[in-house]
């Protein structure tokens, strides 16, 4: 009995590491459009906006499976901006712009480290 549990875990650890899951493309547009709406209401300039938003979307493009996911994907990313960039809303329904401003500085030093241009073309990989 011990010997048929020790191994049902074994698989179970086995089959369960290293599984390589896909970037989902309605995930990073909807976490892009917050970061990059709450980056346009907390006052980042609307051209390192745009720039991000460009690179985003070249990712959203590279992991969606097809041109009607990256069209889903691309209306999340708007719809997700949109909520989150408007100044009117209540402020503490969203996170402060000292965090925001952080992590979006954090996401342009990782496009600037790994050499990513926002004209850079994202192309789904051949394998």
Do not use: W, Y
């Not at 995930?27 to 609307?46: D, I």
């Amino acid at each position: 009995m011990r010997l048929i549990f020790a191994i049902t875990i074994s698989l179970l650890l086995l089959l369960g590491i290293g599984t390589a899951h896909a970037a989902d493309p309605m995930l990073l547009a909807a976490t892009g459009g917050f970061l990059l709406g709450n980056a346009h209401r907390c006052g980042v300039a609307g051209e390192r906006v745009e720039r991000a938003g460009r690179v985003l979307h070249a990712f959203i493009v590279a992991a969606a499976r097809d041109s009607s996911e990256a069209t889903a994907a691309d209306a999340r990313f708007a719809e997700s901006f949109l909520a989150s960039s408007s100044s009117d809303q209540d402020r503490e329904a969203f996170p402060s712009c000292a965090v925001v401003v952080q992590q979006f500085d954090r996401l342009e030093r990782h496009h600037e480290e790994a050499g990513i241009d926002p004209g850079t073309r994202v192309a789904h990989p051949a394998f």
